[in-house]
Every structure is written in C-alpha cells, then in structure tokens.
C-alpha cells in the first residue's frame, strides 16, 4: 500500500475533513460568480497535474465535472475508456495502475465492482478517487451535502428520507449519515435493503437509522427526500423489480408528507414516470440541478484533498 490519499469512500477522509471539504467548496464556489467556467482559479492550486479519467461505465455528469474540476483548479485530464483503452483488452489493473502513476498525478475510476478500485488504489503510486462502484458513490454525496447545506439546512439532526432501491447511493449516504451526524429513513420494498454494513455503521455513530415498507411514514416530517434510477446501470431491468418499486415512487403526496421546506435530490439522469413524478421533479422542491452543477465544486475539493492540499 502507498502513502498517496486515496478516496474510495467518505470514512477515507472522514468527518471532519468531509467538514472542510464543504466549506472549501463553498467558499471556492462563491469566488466564481460571473466568471467563464474553463477560467482557473485565482490560485490555480493544481496548476500542471493531470487526472487520469477511467471510464468502464457511461457517465455525463463524472466525466464532464471532474474534467471542469480540474480546469477550474489550473491543472488537466485525459480520458480512457475500457473500450479504447489496454483495460479492455485484458491488460490487468494492476499493470493499469502502475502505467497510468508514471504518466498521471491521479486517478479517477469509474468501474462496476468495487474490488476493481481497490486493486487499482494497492498498486498506484498516485491518488485514486472513486467516481462510481457498485458498493458507493461518495463523490456525488458530497455534492448532495453541498447542494443541503446551500439550501440552508445543517447537517446535524437532519432528517433524510430515501425512496426505492437500497443501491450505491444510498451506501454512501448512510456513511456519510455516520460521519455528519443526521438521520435516514429507508423506504424499500423487502429484498431491496440497503446493505447490513452501512447501516449498522450510522447506527454505531448514533444516528437514527429507520428501515421501512411504508414510504408514506418514511416521508412525514423528512427535510431531504432523496430516490434514484429504481435499475441501475448494468442491472438487469426486470418486470418484477419496477413492480415492486411502484409504491416508492416520490410524486406531490409523498412530497407533501415532509416538511414544507423539504428539498428533492436525485443524482440523475432521472427516469420521470418511474421513480419520480414530472410534477415534482420541475417543481418548487427540486433542486436536482443545482446538485448537479455541485459535482463540479465538491469534486474540486475531493481533489484538493487528494493532493495534500486540504486537511
């Protein structure tokens, strides 16, 4: 194992590191209002380090924030995709891994299963940060607490609620849940819980961990309702499971059950109809594309950090 600071998920940093992260977001955000978005920062802290991007599932929004992310921070990226790229002709990853530290300052993975990442992090030499598994998504996470906290809620004590498929997502929610100190309400339909391990660690930190079938009580009195694709990608999209997810759609009843000044999140891209209704996500509540915009700042910070230039 190196020393480089890998970021595979939210404890890697922990609590209050995720802490600074935040408000170095915030705060680098706040500087950039009006400005062209390929203009470098002021202090342009990664001024030539290049990010190697590996890409062995579809992506919009990793590919294109991590890309500004490091613009916006004065540095590059490089794109590989398994389809162009040695990895998908079998070239193993760890072979993949030493080649891309010689040539690259860091890499961002975005893979299915998790061993894959961290295979990639035993034999790099540079940073390795995790844009999706199947296991976690903790980039996009610290773009949701972002996109919270501009939306003026604190962390602490914050009641989240999630709807439909207990996935990566909702992992990494509840891991952050741990570190940041708020609640999860887990509204799924039996057999699709959210793994034991992630649950049994926000409970462990204190926090309020409520598994349920009834997306009606999951909903009452929530600050944050959250939901996302019921299949994800590389799922087998089965008439059985968008059955049984149907109660967990989040339409204006289920909004209407939290709290007034509750928001909608989503990690898009959104199947509207399936798990979220067309009413409620271009409504009032959703602010879905302000998280999205998000990925940009909160992937800067996570880079930051990477490099040993944010603690």
């Not at 990853?93 to 690259?104: F, G, P, W």
Request: charged share 25%.
């Amino acid at each position: 194992m190196t020393g480089a600071r890998h970021f595979l998920d939210l404890s890697d940093a922990g609590g209050n590191t995720l802490a600074a992260m935040l408000s170095n977001a915030i705060d680098r955000k706040a500087v950039r209002t009006g400005w062209p978005k390929g203009q470098a920062d002021a202090d342009a802290p990664l001024a030539g380090r290049v990010l190697a991007m590996v890409f062995e599932k579809n992506s919009t929004r990793t590919r294109v924030s991590f890309d500004m992310a490091m613009r916006q921070l004065g540095g590059s990226a490089l794109i590989l995709d398994a389809s162009t790229s040695q990895l998908g002709r079998g070239e193993s990853i760890a072979d993949t891994a030493r080649v891309l530290s010689r040539m690259a300052d860091a890499i961002m993975v975005r893979t299915d299963d998790h061993a894959k990442i961290e295979e990639m992090a035993r034999f790099a030499t540079v940073p390795v940060i995790n844009g999706l598994t199947d296991r976690s998504h903790p980039c996009q996470i610290v773009a949701d607490l972002l996109t919270v906290i501009e939306h003026r809620k604190a962390l602490p004590g914050l009641e989240v609620a999630w709807f439909g498929d207990g996935n990566n997502v909702l992992h990494s929610i509840l891991e952050a849940a741990a570190l940041m100190k708020f609640n999860v309400r887990v509204a799924t339909p039996a057999g699709f819980e959210p793994e034991d391990e992630f649950v049994i660690m926000a409970r462990e930190a204190g926090c309020t961990v409520a598994l349920t079938q009834d997306a009606r009580a999951a909903a009452v009195g929530a600050d944050v309702i959250v939901t996302d694709t019921w299949v994800s990608m590389g799922q087998a999209d089965t008439s059985e499971k968008l059955s049984a997810m149907q109660p967990y759609r989040v339409d204006a009843a289920l909004m209407a059950q939290a709290r007034p000044d509750a928001i909608f999140l989503h990690c898009l891209p959104a199947h509207v109809g399936d798990e979220v209704s067309q009413e409620v996500f271009e409504g009032a509540q959703s602010v879905v594309f302000d998280e999205a915009e998000n990925r940009i700042h909160a992937q800067k910070s996570i880079l930051l950090w990477c490099f040993g230039k944010l603690d």
